[in-house]
């Protein structure tokens, strides 16, 4: 059974930092492209930043320069470490996995971000 296993939200200040981890099992993690996506209310889900297999990143223009996204394999976890957080940041946070060239496409439940002003 694949199971995403997301932490690390809650309610932080402008300004301020805040580290989410994703956590997998069930699958070859290592093979799988990771990444981190968002849903605002009234909004669509929207892609924030992804890492390949073999750890190439790739980032939404708007979180470039303030959040990373790494992963570890030993681990089978990714995290995004978010600073100089913005109340536009405010989300719903949602970590996917997919493999490449197949149909195996996996989500985790979501975790809250919330950036006051």
């Known amino acids: 059974q694949v199971q995403l296993v997301e932490s690390g939200g809650g309610l932080v200040q402008a300004g301020g930092s805040l580290r989410l981890s994703c956590e997998a099992s069930?699958?070859?993690?290592?093979?799988?492209?990771m990444g981190w996506y968002r849903q605002a209310p009234g909004k669509q889900r929207e892609l924030v930043a992804t890492v390949t297999s073999d750890s190439s990143t790739n980032y939404r223009d708007s979180v470039k320069g303030r959040f990373t996204i790494s992963r570890d394999n030993s681990k089978k976890r990714i995290d995004l470490q978010m600073d100089s957080l913005k109340p536009e940041d405010t989300a719903i946070y949602y970590c996917?996995?997919?493999?490449?060239?197949?149909?195996?496409?996996?989500w985790g439940a979501g975790t809250q971000v919330t950036v006051s002003s």
């Open positions: 069930g699958i070859f993690f290592s093979s799988y492209n």
């Open positions: 996917n996995a997919h493999l490449m060239g197949s149909a195996r496409d996996f």
